[in-house]
Protein backbone atom coordinates (compact mmCIF):
# COMPACT_ATOMS: atom_id res chain seq x y z
CA UNK A 1 0.00 0.00 0.00
CA UNK A 2 1.15 3.65 -0.62
CA UNK A 3 1.68 6.19 2.18
CA UNK A 4 0.28 9.41 0.62
CA UNK A 5 2.61 12.28 1.70
CA UNK A 6 1.11 15.55 3.16
CA UNK A 7 0.74 18.43 0.74
CA UNK A 8 3.68 20.63 0.62
CA UNK A 9 2.84 23.93 2.61
CA UNK A 10 3.40 27.50 0.57
CA UNK A 11 5.95 28.32 2.88
CA UNK A 12 8.25 25.35 1.34
CA UNK A 13 7.56 25.51 -2.00
CA UNK A 14 9.76 27.49 -4.76
CA UNK A 15 8.08 27.34 -7.68
CA UNK A 16 6.68 30.78 -7.44
CA UNK A 17 9.99 32.87 -7.33
CA UNK A 18 10.10 35.14 -10.56
CA UNK A 19 13.39 34.64 -13.30
CA UNK A 20 15.12 37.82 -11.55
CA UNK A 21 15.45 36.10 -7.90
CA UNK A 22 16.25 32.83 -9.86
CA UNK A 23 18.91 34.70 -11.25
CA UNK A 24 20.17 36.09 -8.42
CA UNK A 25 20.08 33.24 -6.14
CA UNK A 26 22.14 31.48 -8.67
CA UNK A 27 24.83 33.57 -7.93
CA UNK A 28 24.96 33.71 -4.31
CA UNK A 29 26.33 31.61 -1.63
CA UNK A 30 24.64 28.56 0.07
CA UNK A 31 24.12 27.28 3.07
CA UNK A 32 21.87 24.38 4.88
CA UNK A 33 18.71 25.96 5.62
CA UNK A 34 16.27 25.67 8.97
CA UNK A 35 13.48 24.63 7.46
CA UNK A 36 13.68 25.18 3.28
CA UNK A 37 17.06 22.90 3.01
CA UNK A 38 18.38 25.86 1.47
CA UNK A 39 19.81 29.47 2.26
CA UNK A 40 21.43 32.28 -0.14
CA UNK A 41 23.64 34.82 1.39
CA UNK A 42 22.72 37.94 0.56
CA UNK A 43 23.80 41.85 1.81
CA UNK A 44 25.47 39.69 4.13
CA UNK A 45 22.11 37.78 5.84
CA UNK A 46 21.31 34.36 5.28
CA UNK A 47 17.29 33.69 3.72
CA UNK A 48 15.50 30.95 2.01
CA UNK A 49 14.64 31.82 -1.42
CA UNK A 50 11.13 32.80 -0.46
CA UNK A 51 11.80 35.55 1.84
CA UNK A 52 15.01 36.55 -0.54
CA UNK A 53 12.13 36.87 -3.56
CA UNK A 54 9.67 39.08 -1.23
CA UNK A 55 12.60 41.32 0.22
CA UNK A 56 13.89 42.15 -3.73
CA UNK A 57 10.28 42.76 -4.57
CA UNK A 58 9.76 45.19 -1.46
CA UNK A 59 13.15 46.76 -2.40
CA UNK A 60 12.43 47.88 -6.02
CA UNK A 61 8.48 48.41 -5.19
CA UNK A 62 8.06 49.40 -1.09
CA UNK A 63 7.55 53.10 -1.01
CA UNK A 64 7.45 54.55 2.58
CA UNK A 65 5.09 57.19 3.59
CA UNK A 66 6.23 59.74 6.27
CA UNK A 67 3.48 58.18 8.65
CA UNK A 68 4.73 54.66 8.44
CA UNK A 69 5.59 52.44 11.37
CA UNK A 70 7.36 49.27 10.60
CA UNK A 71 8.18 47.13 13.32
CA UNK A 72 11.00 45.69 12.95
CA UNK A 73 12.78 42.41 14.65
CA UNK A 74 14.96 39.35 14.80
CA UNK A 75 12.88 36.18 14.21
CA UNK A 76 12.16 34.57 17.56
CA UNK A 77 12.22 37.61 19.68
CA UNK A 78 8.80 38.59 20.49
CA UNK A 79 7.37 39.82 16.94
CA UNK A 80 3.82 38.64 17.21
CA UNK A 81 3.56 39.88 21.05
CA UNK A 82 5.20 43.85 20.11
CA UNK A 83 2.86 43.06 16.83
CA UNK A 84 -0.32 42.90 18.87
CA UNK A 85 0.90 45.90 21.04
CA UNK A 86 1.88 48.43 18.46
CA UNK A 87 -1.86 47.51 16.81
CA UNK A 88 -3.63 47.79 20.15
CA UNK A 89 -1.60 51.19 20.91
CA UNK A 90 -1.61 52.73 17.62
CA UNK A 91 -5.48 51.64 16.78
CA UNK A 92 -6.84 52.65 20.92
CA UNK A 93 -9.16 55.15 19.96
CA UNK A 94 -10.85 53.08 17.57
CA UNK A 95 -10.97 50.50 19.65
CA UNK A 96 -10.91 50.49 23.16
CA UNK A 97 -8.54 47.54 24.34
CA UNK A 98 -12.37 45.84 26.58
CA UNK A 99 -14.10 45.89 23.32
CA UNK A 100 -15.98 43.27 22.90
CA UNK A 101 -15.27 43.54 19.06
CA UNK A 102 -11.39 44.35 19.57
CA UNK A 103 -9.85 42.76 16.13
CA UNK A 104 -6.98 41.05 18.40
CA UNK A 105 -10.06 38.96 19.59
CA UNK A 106 -11.01 37.66 16.35
CA UNK A 107 -7.53 38.36 14.47
CA UNK A 108 -3.78 36.93 14.28
CA UNK A 109 -1.67 39.73 15.24
CA UNK A 110 -0.03 38.42 11.80
CA UNK A 111 -3.02 38.85 10.07
CA UNK A 112 -3.42 42.75 11.41
CA UNK A 113 0.03 43.73 10.96
CA UNK A 114 1.54 41.80 7.59
CA UNK A 115 5.33 41.22 7.28
CA UNK A 116 6.21 43.48 4.48
CA UNK A 117 8.46 40.60 2.32
CA UNK A 118 6.82 37.20 3.59
CA UNK A 119 3.50 38.43 2.74
CA UNK A 120 2.28 41.54 1.14
CA UNK A 121 5.55 41.69 -1.73
CA UNK A 122 5.09 37.48 -1.84
CA UNK A 123 1.67 37.45 -2.58
CA UNK A 124 2.26 39.62 -5.76
CA UNK A 125 5.40 41.72 -6.43
CA UNK A 126 3.87 45.05 -6.78
CA UNK A 127 1.11 44.81 -4.24
CA UNK A 128 -1.61 47.37 -4.22
CA UNK A 129 -1.31 48.67 -0.67
CA UNK A 130 -4.08 51.56 -1.11
CA UNK A 131 -6.41 50.15 1.36
CA UNK A 132 -3.75 50.81 4.28
CA UNK A 133 -5.18 54.08 5.60
CA UNK A 134 -2.33 56.00 7.55
CA UNK A 135 -0.50 55.58 9.98
CA UNK A 136 0.10 52.46 7.98
CA UNK A 137 1.51 49.21 10.39
CA UNK A 138 3.79 47.05 9.15
CA UNK A 139 6.41 44.48 9.97
CA UNK A 140 9.66 43.00 8.76
CA UNK A 141 12.30 41.23 9.62
CA UNK A 142 14.89 42.44 7.36
CA UNK A 143 18.45 43.56 7.88
CA UNK A 144 19.02 47.32 8.08
CA UNK A 145 21.01 47.59 4.93
CA UNK A 146 18.40 45.79 3.32
CA UNK A 147 15.67 48.00 4.54
CA UNK A 148 13.95 49.72 1.06
CA UNK A 149 15.76 52.59 0.61
CA UNK A 150 12.33 55.18 0.57
CA UNK A 151 12.40 53.22 4.56
CA UNK A 152 15.92 54.86 5.20
CA UNK A 153 15.59 58.04 3.64
CA UNK A 154 11.93 58.63 4.81
CA UNK A 155 11.08 60.22 8.31
CA UNK A 156 8.84 56.51 8.98
CA UNK A 157 9.40 55.42 12.35
CA UNK A 158 11.18 52.39 13.02
CA UNK A 159 10.58 50.02 15.89
CA UNK A 160 13.49 47.57 16.71
CA UNK A 161 12.96 44.51 19.21
CA UNK A 162 15.69 41.80 19.83
CA UNK A 163 16.19 39.17 22.12
CA UNK A 164 18.73 37.59 24.45
CA UNK A 165 20.29 35.30 21.73
CA UNK A 166 20.48 31.78 23.97
CA UNK A 167 16.79 32.32 24.10
CA UNK A 168 15.91 33.42 20.25
CA UNK A 169 18.25 30.44 19.46
CA UNK A 170 16.32 28.04 21.29
CA UNK A 171 13.01 29.45 20.48
CA UNK A 172 14.05 29.81 16.17
CA UNK A 173 15.53 25.52 16.86
CA UNK A 174 11.82 24.84 18.41
CA UNK A 175 10.00 26.51 16.07
CA UNK A 176 11.68 25.20 12.95
CA UNK A 177 11.58 22.02 13.87
CA UNK A 178 7.64 22.27 13.96
CA UNK A 179 7.83 23.71 10.73
CA UNK A 180 9.87 20.73 9.05
CA UNK A 181 7.70 18.18 7.48
CA UNK A 182 8.21 14.75 9.14
CA UNK A 183 9.91 13.22 6.18
CA UNK A 184 12.41 15.89 6.68
CA UNK A 185 13.21 15.06 10.38
CA UNK A 186 14.03 17.37 13.15
CA UNK A 187 17.24 19.29 13.48
CA UNK A 188 19.07 18.39 17.05
CA UNK A 189 19.82 20.88 18.71
CA UNK A 190 23.94 20.50 18.26
CA UNK A 191 23.34 21.17 14.50
CA UNK A 192 20.95 24.37 15.34
CA UNK A 193 23.79 25.64 18.00
CA UNK A 194 26.41 25.21 15.09
CA UNK A 195 24.93 27.00 12.58
CA UNK A 196 23.75 29.87 14.78
CA UNK A 197 27.11 30.59 16.22
CA UNK A 198 28.40 30.48 12.62
CA UNK A 199 25.74 33.23 12.05
CA UNK A 200 23.71 30.88 10.14
CA UNK A 201 20.08 31.56 10.42
CA UNK A 202 17.27 33.04 9.59
CA UNK A 203 18.25 37.08 8.56
CA UNK A 204 21.34 35.90 10.58
CA UNK A 205 24.32 36.25 11.37
CA UNK A 206 22.39 37.05 14.71
CA UNK A 207 24.81 40.04 16.15
CA UNK A 208 24.59 41.72 12.50
CA UNK A 209 20.95 42.21 12.49
CA UNK A 210 20.97 43.66 16.23
CA UNK A 211 24.16 45.74 15.78
CA UNK A 212 22.71 47.47 12.37
CA UNK A 213 19.61 48.56 14.32
CA UNK A 214 21.58 49.37 17.55
CA UNK A 215 23.86 51.73 15.64
CA UNK A 216 21.08 53.46 13.84
CA UNK A 217 18.92 54.19 17.19
CA UNK A 218 21.92 55.56 18.82
CA UNK A 219 22.85 57.80 15.55
CA UNK A 220 18.88 58.32 14.97
CA UNK A 221 17.49 57.90 18.13
CA UNK A 222 14.03 60.00 16.35
CA UNK A 223 13.47 57.01 13.86
CA UNK A 224 14.81 53.86 15.25
CA UNK A 225 13.27 53.07 18.97
CA UNK A 226 15.47 49.98 20.28
CA UNK A 227 13.39 47.86 22.58
CA UNK A 228 14.59 44.31 23.69
CA UNK A 229 11.95 41.08 24.59
CA UNK A 230 13.53 40.94 28.37
CA UNK A 231 12.69 45.01 29.47
CA UNK A 232 9.28 44.38 27.75
CA UNK A 233 8.70 41.38 30.04
CA UNK A 234 10.58 43.38 33.29
CA UNK A 235 8.16 46.71 32.81
CA UNK A 236 5.63 46.67 29.87
CA UNK A 237 3.80 49.41 31.34
CA UNK A 238 7.48 51.47 31.03
CA UNK A 239 8.25 50.49 27.62
CA UNK A 240 4.69 51.04 26.48
CA UNK A 241 4.56 54.84 27.42
CA UNK A 242 8.35 55.32 25.80
CA UNK A 243 7.06 53.39 22.67
CA UNK A 244 3.75 55.82 22.75
CA UNK A 245 6.00 58.89 23.24
CA UNK A 246 8.32 57.51 20.11
CA UNK A 247 5.46 57.26 18.05
CA UNK A 248 3.80 60.43 18.57
CA UNK A 249 0.76 59.10 20.59
CA UNK A 250 1.50 59.39 24.72
CA UNK A 251 -1.26 58.04 27.07
CA UNK A 252 -3.32 61.13 28.21
CA UNK A 253 -3.41 61.69 32.04
CA UNK A 254 -6.64 60.60 31.73
CA UNK A 255 -5.73 57.03 29.67
CA UNK A 256 -3.34 56.92 32.50
CA UNK A 257 -5.48 56.80 35.40
CA UNK A 258 -7.90 55.01 33.41
CA UNK A 259 -5.39 51.96 33.11
CA UNK A 260 -5.47 52.09 29.93
CA UNK A 261 -1.97 50.87 30.01
CA UNK A 262 -2.43 47.71 32.12
CA UNK A 263 -5.76 46.75 29.79
CA UNK A 264 -3.45 46.37 26.81
CA UNK A 265 -1.07 44.52 28.48
CA UNK A 266 -3.12 42.16 29.74
CA UNK A 267 -5.10 42.20 26.14
CA UNK A 268 -1.63 41.16 24.64
CA UNK A 269 -0.20 39.02 27.35
CA UNK A 270 0.97 35.58 26.73
CA UNK A 271 -1.55 33.74 28.57
CA UNK A 272 -4.63 35.95 27.18
CA UNK A 273 -3.14 35.61 23.47
CA UNK A 274 -2.41 32.21 22.88
CA UNK A 275 -5.70 30.70 24.51
CA UNK A 276 -7.73 33.06 21.50
CA UNK A 277 -9.59 30.49 19.12
CA UNK A 278 -8.30 32.15 16.38
CA UNK A 279 -4.35 31.50 17.85
CA UNK A 280 -5.19 28.03 18.20
CA UNK A 281 -6.51 26.80 15.03
CA UNK A 282 -6.04 29.42 13.48
CA UNK A 283 -3.34 29.46 9.82
CA UNK A 284 -1.21 32.32 8.18
CA UNK A 285 -2.26 32.24 4.07
CA UNK A 286 1.58 30.13 3.76
CA UNK A 287 0.61 27.22 6.13
CA UNK A 288 2.07 27.84 9.29
CA UNK A 289 -0.17 27.20 12.15
CA UNK A 290 -0.66 30.70 13.92
CA UNK A 291 -0.17 28.28 17.39
CA UNK A 292 3.49 27.80 16.19
CA UNK A 293 4.20 31.60 16.99
CA UNK A 294 3.24 30.79 21.16
CA UNK A 295 5.36 28.52 22.96
CA UNK A 296 6.41 29.35 26.39
CA UNK A 297 7.34 32.88 26.34
CA UNK A 298 9.54 33.43 29.18
CA UNK A 299 12.77 34.91 29.77
CA UNK A 300 15.81 32.20 30.26
CA UNK A 301 14.11 29.05 28.81
CA UNK A 302 17.77 28.42 27.43
CA UNK A 303 18.90 27.11 30.67
CA UNK A 304 16.51 24.28 30.82
CA UNK A 305 18.22 23.29 26.64
CA UNK A 306 21.91 24.25 26.22
CA UNK A 307 25.31 22.30 27.95
CA UNK A 308 27.40 24.78 29.75
CA UNK A 309 30.21 24.25 27.05
CA UNK A 310 26.96 25.81 24.84
CA UNK A 311 26.30 28.84 26.84
CA UNK A 312 30.44 29.45 27.46
CA UNK A 313 30.94 29.57 23.57
CA UNK A 314 27.93 31.66 22.41
CA UNK A 315 28.59 34.56 25.58
CA UNK A 316 32.20 34.44 24.52
CA UNK A 317 30.86 34.92 20.34
CA UNK A 318 28.58 37.42 21.74
CA UNK A 319 31.02 39.32 23.61
CA UNK A 320 33.20 39.72 20.90
CA UNK A 321 31.11 40.42 18.64
CA UNK A 322 29.40 43.67 20.68
CA UNK A 323 32.21 44.54 22.05
CA UNK A 324 32.88 48.07 22.08
CA UNK A 325 29.00 48.67 20.77
CA UNK A 326 27.67 49.94 24.40
CA UNK A 327 25.08 47.09 23.78
CA UNK A 328 24.48 43.95 26.40
CA UNK A 329 22.32 41.13 26.49
P1 LIG B 1 9.42 31.11 23.05
O1 LIG B 1 9.66 30.16 21.92
O2 LIG B 1 10.65 31.37 23.85
O3 LIG B 1 8.26 30.73 23.90
P2 LIG B 1 8.12 35.70 17.27
O4 LIG B 1 6.75 36.24 17.50
O5 LIG B 1 9.14 36.74 16.95
O6 LIG B 1 8.11 34.58 16.31
O7 LIG B 1 8.62 35.15 18.67
C1 LIG B 1 8.04 34.02 19.25
C2 LIG B 1 8.43 34.00 20.71
O8 LIG B 1 7.66 34.99 21.42
C3 LIG B 1 8.09 32.67 21.35
O9 LIG B 1 9.05 32.51 22.39
C4 LIG B 1 6.69 32.94 21.87
O10 LIG B 1 6.26 32.04 22.85
C5 LIG B 1 6.86 34.35 22.40
N1 LIG B 1 5.59 35.07 22.53
C6 LIG B 1 4.51 35.02 21.71
N2 LIG B 1 3.54 35.82 22.16
C7 LIG B 1 3.98 36.39 23.30
C8 LIG B 1 3.42 37.29 24.24
N3 LIG B 1 2.19 37.77 24.09
N4 LIG B 1 4.17 37.67 25.30
C9 LIG B 1 5.42 37.18 25.46
N5 LIG B 1 6.00 36.31 24.61
C10 LIG B 1 5.31 35.92 23.53
Redesign the pocket.
Known sequence: MQISQPPVPKYLKKDELTQECKDLISSLPTERGWVASTFYKYQGFWHPCRHLQGIISCQKHFRAQETDTILV?T???????LK?ILFTLMNRTHFHHSADNHPLLSNSPHALVPFLEIKLFLEGENPDLSSFTSPRLFSTHMPYVSLPKSVRDSQCKLVYLCRDPK?TL??LW??TNKLRLQNMGSRSLEEAFELFCGGVSMYGPFWDHVLGYWEESLKNPRKVLFLKYEEM?DQPEHQLRKLSEFLGCPFSEEEEKEGVLQGIVKL???DN??NLKINKVGKLPSGEDYSV??????VG?WKNHLTMEMVEHLDKICKEKFDGSGLRF
Open positions: TPKSGTTWADISFFKCSFLSFFRKGED
